[in-house]
């Protein structure tokens, strides 16, 4: 009964560079989101996935920013070159398909030098 | 669109007292689900609790409770015989109740356990 499982858990990058994030859900979760967490502040909503389909990007930053999740794998946070103030901590949330609950991944500590 | 505040940034509370977290948002939904989540230094998302706006009874789990008042929109947790590991940040966060939504949350509450 593995949770979900974010990887890297730490990720250091110089502005200008890519990164990405990856997120394993839950098994038998179809259902991912992906969230932001600046210093101090609560989580912020960026993309909701299924299986192929991006569902909402309403909070996913219109340029630099794209997020997939294949048929097979891992879904993938993607921050093309970063600046600075992409630095943050971001989570990765799965869900079984049912109305409530998501479970959430440890993070990825994102720091942009 | 709805919305989550928690005014209170910070809070302490001696060992083994109680103490109440507060929470207020706004929904033009009629249903949906409210969350109380922990984060504690580890910076994992642990749920604490889960209400559901259709059911009037307070939803419990075993030393955290809610106070659920909906016609106030207020949702605030009651955490008794507080325990060091409870200090973390805690968010209280919305959805809506059709089909899989993003959370909501509020900006957290910072709490402190002293022995």
């Known amino acids: 009964n593995a949770g979900v499982m974010q990887n890297p858990r730490h990720l250091v990058r110089r502005r200008g560079q890519e990164a990405r994030l990856r997120c394993s859900p839950m098994k038998g979760h179809s259902h991912v989101y992906w969230y932001r967490q600046l210093p101090e502040e609560g989580l912020k909503f960026m993309v909701y996935l299924q299986k192929e389909n991006i569902i909402d990007e309403s909070g996913m930053p219109k340029e630099r920013f794209s997020a997939e999740f294949p048929k097979e794998g891992p879904s993938i946070l993607r921050i093309q070159q970063v600046v600075r103030g992409d630095s943050a901590a971001y989570f990765c949330a799965s869900s079984p398909g049912m109305a409530g609950i998501q479970y959430f991944g440890p993070g990825t500590r994102l720091l942009v030098l | 669109a709805q919305t989550v505040t928690q005014s209170q940034p910070e809070m302490s509370v001696q060992e083994a007292e109680t103490v109440t977290l507060s929470c207020t948002y706004d929904t033009s939904e009629n249903n949906y689900y409210l969350f109380w989540y922990k984060q504690p230094p580890s910076r994992q998302m642990i749920l604490v609790i889960r209400?559901?706006?259709?059911?009037?009874q307070n939803a419990t789990e075993n030393r955290f409770s809610v106070n659920f008042q909906k016609a106030a929109k207020s949702f605030s947790l009651k955490i008794s015989d507080s325990q060091l590991g409870d200090t973390a940040m805690y968010f209280c966060?919305?959805?809506?109740?059709?089909?899989?939504?993003?959370?909501?949350f509020g900006k957290g509450t910072r709490l402190s356990v002293i022995a």
């Open positions: 966060a919305s959805s809506t109740y059709s089909g899989n939504t993003p959370l909501v």
């Open positions: 209400q559901e706006a259709y059911k009037q």
